[in-house]
C-alpha cells in the first residue's frame, strides 16, 4: 500500500508569515502533485511534479511556491500567507494519473489570521 | 467557468436502495477519475481511466470520453457508503487537472 504523509497536519499562521507544506512518499512515484479544498468543494490543482527537481503550475499557483528537492519530497511554501489561503491542503502521489490510481495524503489544515 | 460539472449536489437514500452519479464535462478531456472522500475526510481512489463500463463490488463506472460524461451507480446501498463522491479529469490540451464540487451521500438505516 502507497504512504503518503504529510506534515504538519494543523497549522496556524499569521497574515504574512511564511508557512511551509511539507508532503512524503514512499512508492517511488513519479508525479505528485498539490490541491486545496475549500469547504463545500472540490480539489484544485496548485503545483505539480513529474520528478525530482521539476515543479509545473497548476490551475491556482498564484501565492504558491513548490520544491521537488527528491523523489519521495514535495513541498508548498507559502512565502506571505494570506486569510484567503486558508484551507484543506492535500498532497497526492501516483504514476500516470490518466491511467493509475492517486494515492493522498491525510490533509493538512491551514488556517491563516 | 466550471469545468466539471456534478449531480446531484446531495443524495439521502434509505439503506439498500441504489443511486446514479452524474458527472458532465465541459472541455475535451484525456481520461477521468472516480473518488471517494470519507466524512473524516482522507481521499480514496475508486477508479481510474474507467472507458466503457467497470466494476468494483457494488460500484459501476460507465464513462464515455467522446461524449465527455461519466455516471457511477452504486447498488444496494450501505451506511458506510455515506461520504462524498468526486469526478476529476485531465484535460485535452494542457494536461491540467479539474475535480468537480462532489456529490454528498447520506445513507440512512
Known amino acids: 500500500e502507497a504512504a503518503v504523509t504529510q506534515s504538519p497536519r494543523n497549522k496556524v499562521a499569521v497574515t504574512g508569515g511564511k508557512v511551509t507544506l511539507s508532503c512524503n512518499q514512499t512508492?517511488?512515484?513519479?508525479?505528485m502533485y498539490w490541491y486545496r479544498q475549500d469547504t463545500g468543494h472540490g480539489l484544485r490543482l496548485i503545483h505539480y511534479?513529474?520528478?525530482?527537481?521539476?515543479?509545473e503550475k497548476g490551475d491556482i499557483p498564484d501565492g504558491y511556491k513548490a520544491s521537488r528537492p527528491s523523489q519521495e519530497n514535495f513541498s508548498l511554501i507559502l512565502e506571505l500567507a494570506t486569510p484567503s489561503q486558508t484551507s484543506v491542503y492535500f498532497c497526492?502521489?501516483?504514476?500516470?494519473?490518466?491511467?493509475?490510481?492517486?494515492?493522498f495524503g491525510p490533509g493538512t489544515r491551514l488556517t491563516v489570521l | 467557468g466550471q469545468q466539471v460539472q456534478q449531480s446531484p449536489a446531495s443524495l439521502v437514500l434509505q439503506e439498500g436502495e441504489n443511486a446514479e452519479l452524474q458527472c458532465n464535462f465541459s472541455?475535451?478531456?484525456?481520461?477521468m477519475q472516480w473518488f471517494y472522500q470519507r466524512p473524516e475526510g482522507s481521499l480514496v481512489s475508486l477508479f481510474y481511466?474507467?472507458?466503457g463500463t467497470k466494476q468494483s463490488g457494488r460500484l459501476t463506472s460507465t464513462t464515455v470520453i467522446k461524449e465527455r460524461r461519466s455516471s457511477l451507480h452504486i447498488s444496494s446501498s450501505q451506511i458506510t457508503d455515506s461520504g462524498t463522491y468526486l469526478c476529476?479529469?485531465?484535460?485535452?490540451?494542457?494536461?491540467?487537472?479539474?475535480f468537480g464540487d462532489g456529490t454528498q451521500l447520506v445513507v440512512k438505516p
Open positions: 476529476a479529469m485531465e484535460r485535452n490540451n494542457n494536461n491540467r487537472i479539474f
Open positions: 511534479s513529474y520528478g525530482a527537481g521539476s515543479t
Open positions: 512508492n517511488n512515484h513519479n508525479n
Open positions: 472541455t475535451s478531456l484525456n481520461s
Open positions: 481511466n474507467p472507458s
Open positions: 497526492a502521489s501516483g504514476w500516470d494519473w490518466g491511467d493509475a490510481e492517486q494515492f
